[in-house]
């Protein structure tokens, strides 16, 4: 849990009756802590109709959990909500630079931005008509300045159809967005300056310098690149 990694933190679901999970009182959702170095549990916040819950941690060691339109700050010492901020349901892929604002990214790569420390929520830039779409399960990553988004999409197909093949830039400067097409592509993210993404069995950056095979075939799920030092 940032870098202190004083904490780990889970994230459950359990379906409490059968039928539409998001009915009201139909499934829980609890966060569980404990401690990183002895495994034994420090503290659970519960999260009831919460379906689909995300889980953020800032760089100050600030945890967050996201449900639905509701981000909830979680105070690690009582381990209760200590907050709960309005954010915008129709955002798929998120993350959060520093410990000041969590970005979120709609399907027709819109992008909200929240300062976690007032709760304001700004809306930067608006659809332009680009062909690339972020499913819900798009994967992000964001410039430390918070000028930059890449974010894992997909050009075209069947809305449902889980095999992106974009990589879309989204300047939050002067709210363009470039699309590259990568087959296949799975992940990505920051080491240092430069820009990392997975791609059939492949390791690879954006500026060419990386080009490593990692696997025979292709990866089957997404994963997240990112430096920690």
Not at 27 to 53: K, M, N
Not at 126 to 133: L, P, R, V, W
Not at 180 to 196: D, F, K, N, Q, S
């Amino acid at each position: 849990m940032g870098g202190s990694g004083r904490f780990a933190l889970v994230l459950h679901y359990k379906t409490v009756r059968p039928g539409d999970a998001y009915a009201p009182g139909a499934s829980i959702t609890w966060l569980t802590a404990y401690d990183a170095r002895t495994g034994v549990e420090q503290g659970r916040v519960d999260f009831p109709d919460c379906v689909a819950a995300r889980i953020f941690v800032a760089s100050d060691g600030a945890a967050y959990v996201m449900c639905r339109d509701q981000l909830y700050a979680i105070d690690t010492t009582t381990w209760s909500v200590a907050q709960a901020f309005p954010f915008s349901g129709s955002v798929g892929s998120v993350g959060i630079v520093g410990d000041r604002t969590i970005y979120g990214v709609t399907r027709e790569l819109e992008v909200s931005a929240m300062n976690l420390k007032t709760g304001e929520t700004t809306r930067i830039g608006k659809s332009n008509g680009t062909g690339a779409t972020a499913q819900a399960w798009g994967e992000l990553t964001i410039a430390p300045s918070g000028s930059t988004v890449w974010v894992i999409s997909k050009a075209s197909g069947d809305r449902a159809e889980y095999d992106p093949d974009t990589l879309a830039i989204v300047s939050l400067n002067t709210w363009s967005v470039f699309e590259t097409r990568i087959p296949h592509l799975r992940g990505v993210g920051l080491v240092g300056a430069r820009v990392v993404y997975g791609a059939g069995g492949s390791l690879r950056s954006t500026d060419g310098a990386i080009d490593k095979a990692l696997i025979e075939g292709r990866l089957d799920y997404w994963h997240i690149f990112a430096d920690h030092n």
